[in-house]
T-cell receptor
């Protein structure tokens, strides 16, 4: 079946450090891939997305590339800020075998000043 | 901008009570969803609706029901609340059934 696996947290970084949060997936067909972010006390909001292989999604300095050969969609940012502290969710959507959006368990990021 | 609102941010109920969680979206989206969010488990889909009066079970529908009488409103009902339904409940809507979802701020429900 379809699934999303992302690295366990929490991840703790100092300001201006490089961030990678790993995400791999299992899916039939050609899923769309998403990263959502949840700031404290809020709902999830879309950070970036990619709809086909080799697409790169980017937003607010974050990037992720849809790698079909490694079934991965790792989130990266070159220089994190304290304001990036949040929970990050990797997700996939597919219409193969019926509608389904599947979310990973989430990775909490703490950025220290 | 899409706005999804939920009726309460925090709710405390007693075991056995009937609980209504309301969600309203203002962008004319066809699709609406209810999730629960628990630490370490991510988001789990309870129910979704792709049209007025239409509903589909998600992964964990037991103990819940839903109602969608108008396009903009999707209600989650706990017929008889239990302590294991203490959780964060998130409502979302989307234009395409497998596209980007827009989330409300969540309702943290505690069942005593």
């Amino acid at each position: 079946g379809n699934s999303v696996t992302q690295m366990e947290g929490p991840v703790t970084l100092s300001e201006e450090a490089f961030l990678t949060i790993n995400c791999t997936y299992t899916a039939t067909g050609y899923p769309s891939l998403f990263w959502y972010v949840q700031y404290p006390g809020e709902g999830l909001q879309l950070l970036l997305k990619a709809t086909k292989a080799d697409d790169k999604g980017s937003n607010k300095g974050f990037e992720a590339t849809y790698r079909k050969e490694t079934t991965s969609f790792h989130l990266e940012k070159g220089s994190v800020q304290v304001s990036d502290s949040a929970v990050y969710f990797c997700a996939l959507s597919t219409n193969t075998g019926g509608f389904k959006t599947i979310f990973g368990a989430g990775t909490r990021l703490f950025v220290k000043a | 901008d899409v706005k999804v609102t939920q009726s309460s941010r925090y709710l405390v109920k007693r075991t056995g009570e009937k609980v209504f969680l309301e969600c309203v979206q203002d962008m004319d989206h066809e699709n609406m969803f209810w999730y629960r969010q628990d630490p370490g488990l991510g988001l789990r889909l309870i129910y979704f609706s792709y049209d007025v009066k239409m509903k589909e079970k998600g992964d964990i529908p037991e103990g819940y029901s839903v109602s969608r009488e108008k396009k903009e409103r999707f209600s989650l009902i706990l017929e008889s609340a239990s302590t294991n339904q203490t959780s964060m409940y998130l409502c979302a809507s989307s234009l395409k059934v497998y596209g980007e979802q827009f989330f409300g701020p969540g309702t943290r429900l505690t069942v005593l």
